[in-house]
């Protein structure tokens, strides 16, 4: 109670005190109006509210504070760690946890009146938007830890900075203005930004940048990211993108090997798209292009040398210096007109020396070829002699295609192996069929065209052509013993003897018993039509059994003497190479005849 207060109270009249009760001297209306005097000096204290208290009273252990209730409350000194120059007369706020404990005394606290005025001081700060002072406190997963008044509210690493943050470190232990933006009362969370703050002032400075753009504008920047494809420069509040391809006039792999995040950077605008709001950014347009500086001595037919780039299907690069490219077409690779990939060749990083084909300075191109610095094989004297029509040679077998087959007999010396000459015997459809690209083929010459660099190869030339001889073995009428290999609609494949195809329609595979031959059945079949020219015998199972009482010819029963050949035998057996045992049946047919 003030002194102000006390001054304005009656005084009280001892002499009406008697024995029956203290103060029942006093009239009612007296009574009445005394305690309405007194009341008006105490202040109404809820419980559970924060208070405004002064300090009445001070010792090592307490505080003692007067609220305006009939009784002063006491606080733990400890409370008050933070005012270490606390008087009396001093304000303070307290909160009201007990009007009246077990002891009648007033409970009061300050750490529960910081904790409540801290949330109503965060909550007014989220909904009137203010900028707040916070002091980082420590380091945490994904942010920091930042103390405003007294609680403890997390910042998250990618509301600290409008650009990331690599060093979390260098913030804490400092002072930092925030804004609260989210609070969950469930959990006592609180989340601020300071980003908001920077982000707010850089609208203007990025709107002042945005409307002053212009294409071959020449800007300073900050690298704040980097990426596969180039980096991201802080042109200060608005992000341009300068490309990997416009970084330097040479070829790089990554920006990491001529930038580093963070590093300031003077760049071109190249383009700038008003309603995306995207910038491309240019570095090496700052510099000379290097085909500039391309010395004069260098002209169609000078040798260079320099580094594989890059190594595409159809070429390789070559720098001979930054910024400076030729294409090695797989074509100038190798004299061989039938190349394999061009990475067989080259790889990145080789170092080559190459020649000049084709040089334009104003389009800045250059074609290169590596075959012209050794002599072209086809313009050697020997050439006629070495591959004269009727010799045998040997080679690799470097391209398949439905018509026949490349094959590879020296460094630039390719030949034609078409599908037809390959087998006497075998109907090849397909030269993979036959061989391998990587396997040796043994050839005879059948062409030479220098003049045209063509060279007309074959391989079944190097027998003897055994059709000759199937004209009297696979004579009409005869019956041979085969096997059905396949059939389509029309017609089945049959395996004669020695290897040899022949053909049955389907009506022409009807059995004895009403059942029709399946694949992979053996079954006599007599020959009906041989074709010599066209390499084609036609052959019926069902006439073996309808004109069975009919003469059959010698022919057909000297064919069935030999032995038959299996669907197992080799290929190249199959093509009747060995012709010693057709020539002894031939002259055994001969001599009964």
């Known amino acids: 109670m003030s002194k102000t207060q006390q001054r304005e109270l009656p005084a009280f009249d001892w002499d009406l005190a008697d024995n029956k009760g203290f103060g029942s001297g006093y009239s009612a209306e007296e ?4 305690e309405e005097l007194y009341g008006d000096t105490l202040s109404q204290v809820n419980e559970k509210e924060v208070v405004m208290g002064t300090v009445v009273g001070i010792t090592d252990r307490e505080i003692i504070l007067n609220i305006g209730f009939k009784s002063d409350g006491l606080v733990p000194a400890s409370e008050f760690r933070d005012l270490p120059d606390l008087k009396m007369g001093d304000e303070v706020e307290v909160f009201v946890e007990n009007q009246e404990d077990p002891n009648g005394q007033l409970v009061l606290s300050r750490k529960k009146a910081k904790v409540i005025t801290a949330w109503q001081k965060i909550q007014r700060a989220l909904d009137d938007d203010l900028v ?8 945490t997963k994904g942010g920091l830890i930042v103390d405003i008044f007294s609680i403890e509210a997390f910042l998250p690493g990618s509301q600290i900075d409008v650009k ?19 609070i969950n009362y469930a959990n006592d969370n609180v989340v601020v930004s300071h980003k908001v703050l920077i982000e707010k002032d850089l609208e203007a400075q990025r709107a002042q940048i945005l ?56 760049v071109v605008v190249l383009d700038f798209d008003e309603e995306k709001k995207r910038i491309s950014l240019g570095m090496k347009q700052l510099q000379a292009h290097p085909w500039d500086a391309l010395v004069a001595d260098i002209q169609v037919g000078s040798k260079v040398k320099g580094k594989i780039v890059n190594v595409a299907d159809y070429g390789a690069f070559l720098e001979i210096m930054p910024g400076v490219e030729g294409l090695i077409h797989v074509s100038e690779m190798s004299w061989s007109q039938h190349l394999r990939n061009p990475q067989e060749f080259l790889k990145v990083g080789d170092t080559v020396e190459a020649v000049v084909l084709t040089l334009d300075r104003q389009e800045r191109k250059m074609s290169l070829g590596i075959k012209q610095l050794t002599e072209d094989p086809w313009t050697r004297p020997e050439l006629r002699t070495k591959y004269a029509v009727g010799t045998r040679h040997k080679g690799v077998v470097r391209n398949l295609t439905n018509f026949g087959l490349f094959l590879e007999l020296e460094e630039g010396i390719d030949g034609l192996v078409h599908v037809s000459d390959l087998s006497w015997t075998k109907k090849v459809k397909h030269p993979s069929d036959f061989i391998k690209v990587g396997e040796e083929l043994e050839v005879i010459v059948l062409e030479l065209d220098v003049d045209n660099r063509r060279l007309a190869l074959g391989h079944k030339q190097l027998e003897e052509n055994p059709w000759d001889t199937f004209e009297d073995v696979f004579a009409l009428g005869s019956v041979h ?12 494949t049959l395996e004669l003897p020695y290897g040899i195809e022949g053909f049955s329609t389907l009506r022409n595979l009807a059995k004895e018993d009403g059942t029709v031959a399946e694949v992979g059945e053996s079954l006599d079949f007599k020959v009906t039509e041989f074709a010599k020219e066209e390499k084609r015998i036609m052959l019926s199972h069902t006439r073996t059994w309808q004109e069975k009482d009919e003469p059959k010819p010698k022919a057909a029963k000297t064919a069935k003497a030999a032995p038959a050949a299996s669907a197992s035998q080799p290929e190249r057996g199959a093509t009747l190479g060995d012709l010693d045992a057709l020539a002894a049946l031939k002259e055994q047919m001969e001599g009964r005849n």
């Open 31 to 34: 009574r009445s109006r005394m």
């Open 132 to 139: 707040i002072d916070g002091f980082v406190k420590r380091r």
């Open 481 to 492: 013993r085969c096997t059905v290999l396949s059939k389509n609609e029309k017609l089945a």
């Open 211 to 266: 409307n002053n753009l212009q294409k071959g504008q020449v800007l300073e920047g900050v690298i704040k990211n980097m990426t596969n494809f180039g980096v991201f420069i802080d042109l200060g509040g608005v992000d341009g993108l300068l490309h990997i391809t416009d970084i330097s006039w040479g070829r790089i792999n990554h920006p990491s090997e001529v930038l580093q995040l963070d590093q300031r950077v003077n």
């Open 164 to 182: 990331p943050i690599r060093d979390f470190d260098i913030f804490v232990g400092k002072k930092m203005e925030v804004k609260v933006v989210k």
